[in-house]
C-alpha cells in the first residue's frame, strides 16, 4: 500500500516536496515512478527510480529534468519528489506507483501499465 502526500498550492517559482510512503519495507528490486494527470489530460509520467542489488536508476520526463529529483529513503520506506521552479503547467494531481523488479531489470517504466501499485493522488496547485 502507497501513501502519497505533500502536495499544495504553491506560487510559480515555489517548491513542494512529495512523500510517498509505503506500508512495509521496499522490496530489494524495486521501482517507484511519479505520474500526474492534470484534469481533462492523460496521466503522464514525471519520474521514476529503480533499483536491485545489481544498481540503482533514476529517470526523468523532458519536463521535470533540471527541476524535479527523485530520491529514496529506505529506512523510511519513503519515495521523495523534490519539485523546484514549479510553473503553473505543473499543476495536476500527483500519482505515485510502484512495481517489483528484478535483480537485472530494475528500470523504471514510463508508463502507467508498467506499475501494478498506486497511492491516491495529491493535488499539486501552482499558480501564477
Known amino acids: 500500500q502507497l501513501q502519497a502526500s505533500g502536495g499544495g498550492l504553491v506560487q510559480a517559482g515555489g517548491s513542494l516536496r512529495l512523500s510517498c510512503v509505503a506500508s512495509?519495507?521496499?522490496?530489494?528490486?524495486?521501482?517507484v515512478g511519479w505520474f500526474r494527470q492534470a484534469p481533462g489530460k492523460v496521466r503522464e509520467f514525471v519520474a521514476g527510480?529503480?533499483?536491485?542489488?545489481?544498481?540503482?536508476?533514476?529517470l526523468y520526463a523532458d519536463s521535470a529534468k533540471g527541476r524535479f529529483t527523485i530520491s529514496r529513503d529506505s529506512a523510511k520506506n519513503t519515495v521523495y519528489l523534490q519539485m523546484n521552479s514549479l510553473k503553473p503547467d505543473d499543476t495536476a494531481v500527483y500519482y505515485c506507483?510502484?512495481?517489483?523488479?528484478?535483480?537485472?531489470?530494475?528500470?523504471?517504466?514510463?508508463?502507467?501499465?508498467?506499475?501494478?501499485?498506486w497511492g491516491q493522488g495529491t493535488q499539486v496547485t501552482v499558480s501564477s
Open positions: 506507483a510502484a512495481e517489483r523488479r528484478s535483480t537485472v531489470v530494475f528500470q523504471p517504466s514510463r508508463s502507467p501499465s508498467g506499475y501494478g501499485y
Open positions: 527510480i529503480g533499483w536491485s542489488a545489481s544498481g540503482y536508476m533514476t
Open positions: 512495509g519495507h521496499f522490496p530489494s528490486s524495486y521501482a
